[in-house]
C-alpha cells in the first residue's frame, strides 16, 4: 500500500489526528467528505449547548481515528489484522457517516430517507469517494458498504466499527462532551483500549477492565438525558421539520413561491431522489432557504422560518399518558383551530425512551451485539452477569418521557380571551 509521509489535523479531543496511508488521505480531499464540514455533528443541539457547532467531519476524522488506536492496541495484544483489512476499517470508519443530511434527523423525516442507505449509495455510485476506493482495489467499495452495513465476512473488523463500545460511540461521546461542555463523556478510553483483546474473532475486555466500561456506559446514558434528547433542541428539531414539512405541502400545491426555491423543489418533486441533489443540501443552505421563507406570504411557513432564524422556540410540557390527559390534548387542538392556530404543525406530541445498555435490541449478521468480559479463568461472560450495576440497570424498565411542543408565544396573543383560557386551564402543567 502507498505509503504518505505523515499527515496530522490538529484535533482538541486526541491533540492530533494521524494519517499514514495515501487512501486515506485521498479519500479526505473528495467532495463528499468535505462536504460533512457543512454538517453539525448535533443539528440543533447548538440552540441549547452553544459551542455543540462541531460537524460530521470533525467527527469522522474522530472516528477514524480511535479506529487507528483501536487497530494498533490489537495488534499490541497479537491481533493484527491484514492490511487490506486494516485499511477497509479505516475506509468505513471515516466514511460511516457520508450519507448524512443537514440538521439529520429533521430532515430525514420530512424527507422519509434514511441516512444509512445514502451513506451506502454515496459509496456506490458515481461519486469522487467511489472513484478513490475504486483505484485502491476493485471492488473495495463493495468490502467499505459491507463493513458499514454489518455484512462483511470478518466479525472483528465489523466490530471495531459497530458495536455497544465501537469507535463511533467511543469518538462521539469524548468529542460531544467536549463541545457541548458536560462532563458526562469524559470516559477512560486508555483502559478501555488496553482491556481489549480478541477471542473468537471478536473484541472481548479483560475483568479489570469493567469499571471502566460501566462507566462509559453510565456516561452514555447521561448523555443522551442531558444532551441529546433535550427537549429545547428538540423543540429547534421540529421547528425545522415543521418549516420542511410546510415546504413540501406547498411545493406540492402548486403555490407560488416569492422566491425561486430551485433545487429545494427537486427534492420533493423527484421521484427517486438522487445523489447528486441530495448532496446539494447542508445546513447553510438550508439557514440560506430559510431566510428566504420569513418574506413568504403563507403564515405557516413565514413563521416557522422566523422561529427558525430567531430561536423563537414552541414551548415544551411534560405529561403522563392517560385518558383525560389525551381528551384535553383533543379539546386543546380544537381551540387552537378557533384561533386559527393549526394544531397539526403547532400541537406535537413526543414520546422518549432510552436505555443504558440494550444487548437485546440489536444484532450483527452473525454475533449478538453485547459487551463480553474475558474472565481470570479464561472463560466468558457477558458483562451483566459479573457487573451488579449494569445488572441493576436492566433489571429496571427503561426511562420514558412523554411531552407537547405548542406554540404558547400566538396562544397568549390571541384577542380570543375565554378560548385562550380554555386551552391555558387544560394544559399538562401551569404556565406561570
Ligand atoms: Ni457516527
Redesign the pocket.
Known amino acids: 500500500m502507498v505509503k504518505l509521509e505523515e499527515k496530522v489535523f490538529r484535533d482538541p479531543v486526541y491533540g492530533y489526528v494521524h494519517v499514514f496511508d495515501k487512501l486515506i488521505w485521498d479519500l479526505i480531499q473528495t467532495k463528499e467528505v468535505q462536504r460533512l464540514r457543512r454538517i453539525k455533528q448535533l443539528g440543533g443541539t447548538y440552540m441549547v449547548f452553544h459551542t455543540a457547532e462541531h460537524s460530521r467531519f470533525s ?2 476524522l474522530g ?1 477514524y481515528e480511535m479506529a487507528r488506536k483501536i487497530i494498533r492496541a490489537l495488534m499490541y495484544c497479537g491481533t493484527v489484522l491484514e492490511e487490506e483489512e486494516r485499511l477497509l476499517v479505516l475506509s468505513a470508519a471515516l466514511l ?2 457520508l450519507g448524512h443530511g443537514p440538521f439529520s434527523h429533521s430532515f430525514e423525516s420530512v424527507f422519509n430517507v434514511r441516512h444509512e442507505l445514502f451513506t451506502e449509495r454515496i459509496i456506490m455510485e458515481d461519486t469522487e469517494v467511489n472513484q478513490v476506493l475504486e483505484s485502491y482495489q476493485k471492488g473495495f467499495a463493495t468490502k467499505v458498504r459491507d463493513v458499514i452495513n454489518k455484512t462483511y465476512e470478518n466479525p472483528l473488523v465489523i466490530n471495531i466499527i459497530s458495536s455497544q463500545l465501537d469507535a ?1 460511540r467511543l ?2 461521546l469524548l468529542r460531544d462532551a467536549y463541545f457541548t461542555g458536560a462532563p458526562y463523556g469524559e470516559i477512560d478510553v486508555e483502559r478501555i483500549l488496553r482491556t481489549m483483546r480478541v477471542v473468537n474473532n471478536k473484541i472481548v475486555y479483560k475483568v479489570s477492565g469493567m469499571h471502566a466500561i460501566e462507566d462509559y456506559l453510565m456516561s452514555r446514558y447521561q448523555m443522551y438525558w442531558q444532551v441529546y434528547l433535550h427537549s429545547t433542541g428538540r423543540s429547534f428539531d421540529l421547528v425545522i421539520q415543521n418549516m420542511l414539512r410546510r415546504v413540501r405541502e406547498l411545493v406540492l400545491s402548486g403555490y407560488q413561491f416569492r422566491h425561486p426555491i430551485g433545487a429545494l423543489a427537486d427534492l420533493f418533486l423527484e421521484k427517486d431522489l438522487s445523489v447528486e441533489t441530495y448532496l446539494k443540501f447542508d445546513d447553510a443552505t438550508i439557514s440560506h432557504y430559510a431566510s428566504l421563507f420569513v418574506e413568504e406570504e403563507d403564515e405557516i411557513l413565514s413563521d416557522f422560518a422566523d422561529r427558525f432564524i430567531h430561536r423563537r422556540l414552541l414551548k415544551e410540557m411534560h405529561y403522563v399518558p392517560n385518558d383525560e390527559v389525551n381528551k384535553n390534548l383533543i379539546k386543546i387542538g380544537e381551540y387552537m383551530s378557533i384561533l386559527g392556530i393549526d394544531p397539526t404543525y403547532y400541537l406535537i406530541t413526543d414520546h422518549s425512551v432510552k436505555t443504558p445498555y440494550d444487548y437485546y435490541g440489536h444484532k450483527t449478521n452473525c454475533l449478538p451485539d453485547c459487551i463480553e468480559l474475558l474472565m481470570r479463568d479464561g472463560s466468558i461472560k457477558e458483562i451483566s452477569e459479573v457487573s451488579t450495576i449494569i445488572k441493576g440497570i436492566i433489571a429496571v424498565k427503561p426511562k420514558q418521557e412523554y411531552k407537547i411542543y405548542f406554540p404558547l408565544d400566538l396562544i397568549k396573543a390571541s384577542g380570543n380571551v375565554e378560548i385562550k383560557n380554555k386551552i391555558l386551564e387544560l394544559l399538562p402543567e401551569n404556565i406561570q
Open positions: 467527527h469522522s472516528v460511516h457517516d463511533d469518538d462521539y
